[in-house]
C-alpha cells in the first residue's frame, strides 16, 4: 500500500471520486488533501467526509498569509476537527506576502497545531535558514513534514537533526533534480514520505498533463533509484512513516 501525503484533490480539475478510484487501482490505501485557506481547507473536509481513505488539513499558505487576520477564526475552528495543519510555512521565492508576515502567521498556526496536538504539513522554498531556526526553537520537529522537499544535501543533512519528516513529490525524478536526488540520499529513510502535489508537478513522463495521486507511485520509484533498493522496499517504509505522523 502506498500513501501520497499531500494531494490538493478539492483544487484539481479531475472528479475527486475518479481521482481516488484510480490511486486505488495503482495500490494507494489513502491519501492527505490539505488546505491552502479556509475555503480550501473545509473543501478537503467535505471530501473526507465521504471517502474514509481521505485524511484533510487545514492552513494558510504562505502565499496569503496577509489574509490571516480575516482567516484565522474559521482556521482555528476547521483545525479543531483536522488530520493536520497545513499547509503551512514560508515562501520567500515569490515572497507573494511580507517575510515578516509569512513568519508571524507561520509561527501562530504552530501554535494551533500544538494547541491540537496535530502535526504540520510545511512549504519552504528558498527560506531553509528562516525555517530551520523557528523549528528548532519550537521543538515541533518530529511531527513536521517538509512537503515537496527540494533542498541538496547541506539543508537536508540539517533538518535531518530536527527529526522532521521529508516529502518528495514530482522534483526528484525531474531531468533537472540532481541537486534534490543528492539531497534524498541523505534523508532516513524511516523519516522519508511520497506525494504527487496534485495537480501541480506531474513526474515524468506525464509532465505535460494535470498531475493525481496515482502517481505517486512513480516518485517511490525515482526515491528506489536514489537509495539503491527496491521499490516495495520505499512502498513500505514511506507508508509506515505516514501511519505514524498521521496516526492513521
Not at 535531518?160 to 534534490?180: E, M
Request: net charge negative; hydrophobic share 45%; with cysteine.
Amino acid at each position: 500500500m502506498w500513501v501520497d501525503t499531500h494531494c490538493h484533490l478539492q483544487l484539481a480539475e479531475a472528479e475527486p471520486g475518479e481521482s481516488m478510484e484510480r490511486a486505488a487501482q495503482a495500490g494507494i490505501g489513502w491519501v492527505m488533501v490539505p488546505g491552502v485557506d479556509a475555503v480550501s481547507s473545509a473543501a478537503g473536509r467535505r471530501l473526507a467526509s465521504k471517502d474514509a481513505r481521505i485524511k484533510w488539513a487545514a492552513g494558510l499558505h504562505p502565499h496569503d498569509a496577509t489574509e490571516w487576520a480575516g482567516q484565522a477564526a474559521r482556521i482555528t475552528a476547521l483545525a479543531e476537527q483536522a488530520d493536520a495543519v497545513g499547509e503551512i510555512g514560508l515562501d520567500f521565492y515569490r515572497s507573494l506576502s511580507p517575510r515578516g508576515v509569512q513568519i508571524d502567521v507561520f509561527r501562530a498556526q504552530i501554535e494551533l497545531a500544538q494547541a491540537y496536538d496535530l502535526p504540520l504539513i510545511v512549504h519552504c522554498r528558498d527560506a531553509f535558514s528562516a525555517l530551520y531556526e523557528i523549528l528548532e526553537a519550537t521543538g515541533v520537529g518530529p511531527r513536521t513534514v517538509l512537503h515537496c522537499w527540494t533542498a541538496g544535501p547541506r539543508w537536508t543533512k540539517r533538518f535531518r537533526q530536527l527529526d522532521a519528516t521529508f516529502s518528495y513529490a514530482g522534483p526528484l525524478a525531474f531531468k533537472n533534480g540532481d541537486t534534490i536526488r543528492r539531497g534524498a540520499a541523505e534523508a532516513p529513510p524511516e523519516r522519508t514520505v511520497v506525494e504527487t502535489d496534485t495537480p501541480l508537478l506531474t513526474p515524468p513522463p506525464f509532465r505535460d498533463e494535470e498531475n493525481q495521486p496515482a502517481r505517486v507511485v512513480l516518485i517511490g520509484e525515482a526515491l528506489a533509484g536514489v537509495w539503491g533498493v527496491q521499490i516495495d522496499e520505499v512502498e513500505r517504509l514511506t507508508t509506515a512513516a505516514a501511519e505514524r505522523i498521521f496516526g492513521v
